[in-house]
């Protein structure tokens, strides 16, 4: 299954050896238009699914950003959308198969740390997985990684402080913290959110999760960042919805590019 979607991708990127992977989280897509050398639909890679999600585009996009070469996922595979754990992770593989040596997952979150505001962004120091799933469950692939990977370190801490200190000198104000995900599609009751903060979470989310873990257990160096959209539920007193989220990541959006692309030029 890897190997049909790696050698269609690879007979079409030819000699382009991309070295870092980026996931595109919701409304975060925009990144993907403004450096698009080459892209490939999902539709066209053997065993990809096709993106069901507003504000998710559905493609790899190939391009050069600040010098390094870089393959974007504008839209992802969620576990809501109906799909396996493992097929929301065959990205993931595929660019460790293209010689990918650091992914950068960003998404859209439910902010529970009451100090955050929407469209802050957050640095993930480390996940709590609530999906009740592991994408490494199944046969392990050895000659990708161990059966039993530890995950002490899943966020390269070297590359967390990168991340810091280039909002620092950029003037990007970041948070930092511990995301959960759940698979969704619902958004957390107000006592979800209260479990969540007491077992130590600052934000929610659908996503993320599984493709740090499988990026991790690939020996990938991985940088997490939350566009906190929205107070989770009960932490303010506004209902939720899918067009406030896309709203508030297109107003953050302008600072997560020049973020992303001032981390680039430092890894
Ligand atoms: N919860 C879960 N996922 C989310 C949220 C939320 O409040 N906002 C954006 N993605």
Request: aromatic share 6%; charged share 20%.
């Amino acid at each position: 299954m890897l190997n049909d979607s790696v050698k269609y991708i690879k007979q079409l990127i030819r000699d382009f050896e991309p070295e870092i992977g980026i996931v595109l989280g919701s409304g975060l897509g925009e990144l993907a238009d403004e450096y698009c050398q080459m892209s490939i639909e999902y539709k066209d890679i053997p065993n990809f699914e096709v993106s069901t999600v507003i504000g998710h585009r559905g493609r790899l996009v190939f391009s050069e950003i600040s010098g390094k070469k870089v393959v974007m996922m504008q839209g992802r595979f969620h576990l809501y959308e109906g799909h396996s754990v493992q097929k929301s992770v065959l990205p993931i593989k595929v660019m460790k198969k293209l010689g990918v040596k650091t992914v950068i997952l960003t998404n859209a979150a439910g902010g529970v740390n009451a100090s955050f505001s929407p469209s802050d962004l957050m640095v993930i120091t480390d996940h709590i997985n609530f999906m009740g799933v592991n994408p490494l469950i199944g046969a392990n692939d050895d000659s990708m990684g161990t059966r039993f990977p530890d995950m002490s370190e899943v966020y390269t801490p070297e590359y967390v402080e990168l991340v810091k200190k280039t909002g620092n000198e950029i003037g990007i104000d970041l948070q930092e913290g511990v995301y959960m995900a759940l698979t969704g599609p619902s958004y957390e009751t107000p006592a979800e959110v209260r479990m969540a903060r007491v077992l130590g979470a600052d934000a929610v989310g659908m996503s993320t999760v599984p493709e740090a873990i499988v990026a991790s257990w690939a020996g990938m160096k991985v940088i997490g960042i939350s566009c906190i959209c929205n107070s989770a539920a009960g932490v303010s007193t506004v209902g939720l919805s899918h067009d406030d989220v896309i709203n508030a990541a297109n107003s953050a959006k302008n600072k997560f590019k020049l973020l992303i692309k001032e981390v680039i030029k430092r890894l």
